[in-house]
Protein backbone atom coordinates (compact mmCIF):
# COMPACT_ATOMS: atom_id res chain seq x y z
CA UNK A 1 0.00 0.00 0.00
CA UNK A 2 2.58 2.50 0.73
CA UNK A 3 4.88 1.90 -2.31
CA UNK A 4 1.32 2.36 -4.47
CA UNK A 5 0.99 5.56 -2.19
CA UNK A 6 4.26 6.53 -3.18
CA UNK A 7 4.12 6.22 -6.69
CA UNK A 8 0.56 7.51 -7.42
CA UNK A 9 2.18 10.47 -5.46
CA UNK A 10 5.08 10.55 -7.71
CA UNK A 11 2.48 10.63 -10.66
CA UNK A 12 0.61 13.77 -9.46
CA UNK A 13 3.48 15.73 -8.19
CA UNK A 14 3.15 14.98 -4.43
CA UNK A 15 4.46 12.98 -1.69
CA UNK A 16 2.59 10.02 0.04
CA UNK A 17 0.85 11.37 3.40
CA UNK A 18 3.59 9.94 6.17
CA UNK A 19 0.97 7.68 7.72
CA UNK A 20 0.96 5.97 4.30
CA UNK A 21 5.05 5.37 4.54
CA UNK A 22 5.37 4.47 8.33
CA UNK A 23 2.56 1.81 8.20
CA UNK A 24 5.03 -0.90 6.81
CA UNK A 25 7.64 0.22 9.06
CA UNK A 26 8.00 1.18 12.64
CA UNK A 27 10.35 4.28 13.88
CA UNK A 28 13.42 3.65 15.19
CA UNK A 29 14.17 4.91 18.62
CA UNK A 30 15.17 8.61 19.07
CA UNK A 31 19.19 8.08 19.54
CA UNK A 32 21.01 10.57 21.47
CA UNK A 33 24.55 11.06 21.23
CA UNK A 34 26.53 12.27 24.33
CA UNK A 35 28.99 15.37 23.06
CA UNK A 36 32.50 14.70 22.69
CA UNK A 37 32.53 11.14 23.43
CA UNK A 38 30.71 9.11 20.25
CA UNK A 39 28.60 6.98 22.24
CA UNK A 40 24.67 6.74 22.30
CA UNK A 41 22.16 5.90 24.29
CA UNK A 42 18.48 5.02 23.46
CA UNK A 43 15.82 6.87 24.97
CA UNK A 44 13.70 4.16 25.64
CA UNK A 45 14.14 1.58 28.94
CA UNK A 46 14.44 -1.89 29.12
CA UNK A 47 11.40 -3.23 29.59
CA UNK A 48 12.21 -6.02 32.09
CA UNK A 49 15.41 -6.65 33.92
CA UNK A 50 18.15 -7.89 33.29
CA UNK A 51 18.72 -11.94 33.31
CA UNK A 52 19.85 -13.21 36.99
CA UNK A 53 23.39 -14.04 37.44
CA UNK A 54 23.45 -17.99 37.78
CA UNK A 55 26.23 -20.17 39.55
CA UNK A 56 26.70 -23.80 39.00
CA UNK A 57 26.61 -25.88 42.33
CA UNK A 58 29.41 -27.97 41.12
CA UNK A 59 31.81 -25.40 40.94
CA UNK A 60 30.14 -23.79 44.46
CA UNK A 61 32.60 -25.69 46.70
CA UNK A 62 35.77 -24.11 44.25
CA UNK A 63 34.49 -21.04 44.62
CA UNK A 64 34.07 -20.47 48.43
CA UNK A 65 37.54 -22.03 48.70
CA UNK A 66 38.50 -19.33 46.51
CA UNK A 67 36.90 -16.27 48.43
CA UNK A 68 38.20 -18.15 51.89
CA UNK A 69 41.74 -17.84 50.80
CA UNK A 70 41.54 -14.27 49.76
CA UNK A 71 38.89 -12.57 52.37
CA UNK A 72 39.42 -15.09 55.54
CA UNK A 73 43.69 -15.66 55.41
CA UNK A 74 44.72 -17.12 58.52
CA UNK A 75 45.58 -15.28 61.04
CA UNK A 76 45.23 -11.49 59.11
CA UNK A 77 43.09 -8.70 60.19
CA UNK A 78 39.67 -8.39 58.57
CA UNK A 79 38.51 -5.35 57.29
CA UNK A 80 35.97 -3.07 59.89
CA UNK A 81 33.08 -4.28 58.59
CA UNK A 82 33.71 -7.31 56.39
CA UNK A 83 31.38 -10.02 56.90
CA UNK A 84 32.13 -12.20 59.46
CA UNK A 85 33.14 -15.75 58.49
CA UNK A 86 30.86 -17.68 60.64
CA UNK A 87 27.92 -15.99 59.18
CA UNK A 88 29.60 -16.37 55.41
CA UNK A 89 29.37 -20.01 56.14
CA UNK A 90 26.27 -20.38 57.74
CA UNK A 91 24.71 -18.61 54.71
CA UNK A 92 26.67 -21.00 52.02
CA UNK A 93 25.76 -23.97 53.77
CA UNK A 94 21.94 -22.70 53.62
CA UNK A 95 22.20 -22.49 50.48
CA UNK A 96 23.59 -25.66 49.27
CA UNK A 97 20.94 -27.26 51.15
CA UNK A 98 18.30 -26.05 49.60
CA UNK A 99 19.76 -25.01 45.83
CA UNK A 100 21.99 -27.54 45.43
CA UNK A 101 20.30 -30.79 47.44
CA UNK A 102 17.47 -31.38 45.37
CA UNK A 103 18.49 -32.12 42.03
CA UNK A 104 19.37 -29.12 40.72
CA UNK A 105 22.45 -27.81 38.95
CA UNK A 106 22.71 -23.91 39.74
CA UNK A 107 20.98 -21.06 41.75
CA UNK A 108 21.77 -17.43 42.22
CA UNK A 109 25.18 -16.26 41.80
CA UNK A 110 24.72 -13.22 44.05
CA UNK A 111 22.67 -13.85 47.51
CA UNK A 112 21.53 -11.45 50.03
CA UNK A 113 22.70 -11.89 53.89
CA UNK A 114 21.76 -10.06 56.52
CA UNK A 115 23.86 -9.75 59.76
CA UNK A 116 21.61 -9.40 63.06
CA UNK A 117 24.55 -9.21 65.37
CA UNK A 118 25.35 -5.83 64.54
CA UNK A 119 23.35 -2.56 65.60
CA UNK A 120 21.16 -0.92 63.68
CA UNK A 121 22.83 1.90 63.01
CA UNK A 122 25.94 0.28 61.40
CA UNK A 123 25.52 -1.36 57.80
CA UNK A 124 24.41 -4.77 57.79
CA UNK A 125 22.97 -6.11 54.70
CA UNK A 126 25.34 -7.52 52.41
CA UNK A 127 25.07 -8.75 48.78
CA UNK A 128 27.49 -11.00 48.24
CA UNK A 129 28.61 -12.46 44.80
CA UNK A 130 29.40 -16.28 45.33
CA UNK A 131 31.54 -16.35 42.42
CA UNK A 132 34.08 -14.05 43.38
CA UNK A 133 32.81 -12.86 47.01
CA UNK A 134 32.11 -9.38 46.28
CA UNK A 135 30.43 -7.57 48.32
CA UNK A 136 31.37 -9.14 51.53
CA UNK A 137 32.48 -5.49 52.55
CA UNK A 138 30.01 -3.30 51.38
CA UNK A 139 26.63 -3.75 53.66
CA UNK A 140 23.84 -1.26 53.23
CA UNK A 141 21.71 -0.40 55.88
CA UNK A 142 18.52 -2.59 57.35
CA UNK A 143 16.00 -2.18 59.93
CA UNK A 144 14.89 -4.68 62.14
CA UNK A 145 11.56 -5.44 63.95
CA UNK A 146 10.54 -3.28 66.95
CA UNK A 147 9.25 -6.65 69.12
CA UNK A 148 13.32 -7.73 68.64
CA UNK A 149 14.37 -5.13 70.46
CA UNK A 150 12.42 -4.55 73.59
CA UNK A 151 14.85 -2.33 75.71
CA UNK A 152 15.12 -0.28 72.42
CA UNK A 153 19.11 -0.56 72.20
CA UNK A 154 19.27 -0.76 68.70
CA UNK A 155 19.91 -4.69 69.08
CA UNK A 156 17.82 -7.12 68.08
CA UNK A 157 18.05 -9.35 70.59
CA UNK A 158 14.44 -11.04 70.19
CA UNK A 159 13.05 -13.15 67.10
CA UNK A 160 9.85 -15.00 66.58
CA UNK A 161 7.55 -16.57 63.94
CA UNK A 162 4.15 -15.59 64.99
CA UNK A 163 1.99 -13.36 63.87
CA UNK A 164 1.53 -9.70 65.72
CA UNK A 165 5.11 -10.22 67.00
CA UNK A 166 5.98 -7.33 65.47
CA UNK A 167 9.86 -9.21 65.54
CA UNK A 168 12.51 -10.07 62.54
CA UNK A 169 13.06 -13.95 61.98
CA UNK A 170 16.08 -15.90 61.49
CA UNK A 171 16.44 -18.24 58.78
CA UNK A 172 16.64 -18.75 54.82
CA UNK A 173 13.98 -16.87 52.36
CA UNK A 174 13.53 -17.19 48.95
CA UNK A 175 13.00 -14.31 47.61
CA UNK A 176 9.05 -13.68 45.93
CA UNK A 177 6.53 -11.52 43.61
CA UNK A 178 7.00 -7.40 43.60
CA UNK A 179 3.90 -5.62 44.86
CA UNK A 180 2.95 -2.37 45.87
CA UNK A 181 1.48 -1.52 49.07
CA UNK A 182 1.39 0.92 52.07
CA UNK A 183 5.17 1.58 51.77
CA UNK A 184 5.12 1.67 48.01
CA UNK A 185 7.00 -1.17 46.13
CA UNK A 186 7.77 -4.17 48.24
CA UNK A 187 8.84 -7.55 47.67
CA UNK A 188 7.36 -10.47 49.41
CA UNK A 189 8.99 -13.08 51.08
CA UNK A 190 8.83 -17.27 51.84
CA UNK A 191 10.72 -18.52 54.89
CA UNK A 192 11.94 -21.82 54.04
CA UNK A 193 12.93 -22.80 57.67
CA UNK A 194 10.92 -23.43 61.07
CA UNK A 195 11.95 -20.29 61.73
CA UNK A 196 10.49 -18.13 59.21
CA UNK A 197 7.95 -20.20 57.60
CA UNK A 198 5.04 -17.77 58.14
CA UNK A 199 7.34 -15.20 56.37
CA UNK A 200 3.87 -14.84 53.80
CA UNK A 201 1.03 -15.13 56.72
CA UNK A 202 2.68 -12.52 58.64
CA UNK A 203 3.43 -10.21 55.64
CA UNK A 204 7.52 -9.66 56.38
CA UNK A 205 8.87 -7.91 53.63
CA UNK A 206 11.26 -5.86 51.55
CA UNK A 207 10.45 -2.65 51.61
CA UNK A 208 11.77 1.27 51.70
CA UNK A 209 9.74 4.37 52.61
CA UNK A 210 8.98 7.71 51.97
CA UNK A 211 11.92 10.20 52.56
CA UNK A 212 9.62 12.19 54.70
CA UNK A 213 8.65 9.77 57.44
CA UNK A 214 9.74 9.27 60.77
CA UNK A 215 10.47 6.25 61.18
CA UNK A 216 13.10 4.04 59.76
CA UNK A 217 16.22 6.46 58.54
CA UNK A 218 14.86 9.84 58.57
CA UNK A 219 18.02 12.13 59.06
CA UNK A 220 16.04 14.11 61.66
CA UNK A 221 14.82 11.28 63.81
CA UNK A 222 18.39 9.62 63.87
CA UNK A 223 19.90 12.59 65.07
CA UNK A 224 17.78 12.38 67.88
CA UNK A 225 17.65 8.82 68.64
CA UNK A 226 20.98 8.13 67.44
CA UNK A 227 20.41 5.14 65.83
CA UNK A 228 17.07 4.54 62.90
CA UNK A 229 13.71 3.30 63.44
CA UNK A 230 12.44 -0.11 63.90
CA UNK A 231 9.81 -2.09 61.59
CA UNK A 232 7.40 -4.60 62.29
CA UNK A 233 9.42 -7.29 61.58
CA UNK A 234 10.17 -6.30 57.76
CA UNK A 235 13.53 -5.92 56.46
CA UNK A 236 13.53 -2.25 55.39
CA UNK A 237 16.27 -0.28 53.16
CA UNK A 238 16.93 2.94 52.17
CA UNK A 239 15.01 4.73 48.91
CA UNK A 240 17.69 4.63 47.04
CA UNK A 241 19.08 1.08 47.64
CA UNK A 242 15.72 -0.56 47.02
CA UNK A 243 15.83 -1.40 43.52
CA UNK A 244 19.38 -2.71 43.98
CA UNK A 245 17.88 -5.69 46.66
CA UNK A 246 14.52 -6.11 44.78
CA UNK A 247 16.09 -7.33 41.44
CA UNK A 248 18.78 -9.60 43.61
CA UNK A 249 16.01 -11.37 45.36
CA UNK A 250 12.97 -11.15 43.31
CA UNK A 251 11.17 -14.82 42.08
CA UNK A 252 13.65 -16.75 43.44
CA UNK A 253 16.36 -15.04 45.24
CA UNK A 254 17.99 -16.21 48.02
CA UNK A 255 18.10 -14.34 51.59
CA UNK A 256 19.72 -15.56 54.71
CA UNK A 257 19.53 -13.57 58.05
CA UNK A 258 21.32 -14.75 60.98
CA UNK A 259 24.51 -13.84 63.43
CA UNK A 260 27.83 -13.25 62.61
CA UNK A 261 28.98 -13.46 66.40
CA UNK A 262 27.64 -13.59 69.88
CA UNK A 263 25.33 -10.44 70.53
CA UNK A 264 25.66 -8.50 73.53
CA UNK A 265 23.56 -9.33 75.98
CA UNK A 266 20.43 -7.24 75.99
CA UNK A 267 19.67 -5.14 78.81
CA UNK A 268 15.95 -5.64 80.39
CA UNK A 269 13.33 -3.07 79.36
CA UNK A 270 11.75 -0.66 82.49
CA UNK A 271 9.36 -2.47 84.37
CA UNK A 272 5.86 -1.55 83.94
CA UNK A 273 4.49 0.56 87.17
CA UNK A 274 1.59 -0.24 88.59
CA UNK A 275 -0.14 1.79 91.17
CA UNK A 276 -2.03 -0.03 93.96
CA UNK A 277 -5.73 1.09 93.93
CA UNK A 278 -6.32 3.74 96.74
CA UNK A 279 -3.01 3.96 97.94
CA UNK A 280 -1.40 7.03 95.17
CA UNK A 281 2.07 4.67 95.33
CA UNK A 282 3.51 2.09 93.37
CA UNK A 283 3.94 -1.40 94.92
CA UNK A 284 7.64 -2.56 95.66
CA UNK A 285 9.61 -3.77 92.60
CA UNK A 286 11.39 -6.48 93.46
CA UNK A 287 15.07 -5.89 92.03
CA UNK A 288 16.45 -7.25 88.62
CA UNK A 289 18.76 -9.60 89.62
CA UNK A 290 19.56 -13.31 89.93
CA UNK A 291 16.67 -14.99 88.55
CA UNK A 292 14.00 -12.05 88.09
CA UNK A 293 16.53 -10.68 85.51
CA UNK A 294 16.81 -13.74 83.95
CA UNK A 295 13.16 -13.41 83.39
CA UNK A 296 13.22 -10.23 82.18
CA UNK A 297 15.57 -11.05 79.27
CA UNK A 298 14.25 -13.89 78.39
CA UNK A 299 10.87 -12.10 77.27
CA UNK A 300 8.47 -14.11 79.63
CA UNK A 301 7.68 -12.09 82.25
CA UNK A 302 3.66 -10.62 81.78
CA UNK A 303 3.35 -6.78 81.29
CA UNK A 304 6.73 -5.94 79.79
CA UNK A 305 6.44 -3.56 76.68
CA UNK A 306 7.18 -5.33 73.52
CA UNK A 307 6.89 -8.35 75.18
CA UNK A 308 6.59 -11.25 72.02
CA UNK A 309 3.71 -13.88 72.61
CA UNK A 310 6.23 -16.56 72.02
CA UNK A 311 9.21 -17.99 73.75
CA UNK A 312 12.25 -15.81 71.54
CA UNK A 313 14.34 -17.53 69.09
CA UNK A 314 18.07 -17.35 70.63
CA UNK A 315 20.83 -17.76 68.19
CA UNK A 316 21.41 -21.24 66.70
CA UNK A 317 18.14 -22.06 67.50
CA UNK A 318 17.23 -21.39 63.77
CA UNK A 319 15.78 -24.06 61.53
CA UNK A 320 18.42 -26.65 60.08
CA UNK A 321 19.30 -26.57 56.27
CA UNK A 322 17.73 -30.23 54.84
CA UNK A 323 20.42 -32.71 54.52
Known amino acids: MAVRSCIM ?11 AVQADQPSAPQIVFQ ?6 ASTTSAAYPPPRAMTDCSSLSQSAASIRDKNYPSGAAKAPRLLEQALFETALSKYQ ?6 GRSSG ?3 IVIVDFAKHSSDPRLYRVDLRTGAGLDAPIKVAHGIGSDPDDDGYASFFSNVEESL ?15 INGLSLRLDGLEPSNNQMRERDIVVHSYAPERRRYFNAAHVAVRGRPGSSEGCFVVEPDK ?12 FLYAGYGSTRPAPKPPAAQIIFASGTGTPPAAPAATGASASALVSGTSAGMPYN ?10 EGQAPQ
Do not use: D, K
Not at 9 to 19: K, R
Not at 35 to 40: K, R, V
Not at 97 to 102: E, P, T
Open 308 to 317: PPTAPISQGQ
Open 9 to 19: GCLLGVSAPAW
Open 242 to 253: REWILQTLENGG
Open 35 to 40: SGTGNA
Open 108 to 110: PAI
Open 167 to 181: TSSLGAALGAERYSG
Open 97 to 102: GYFCAF
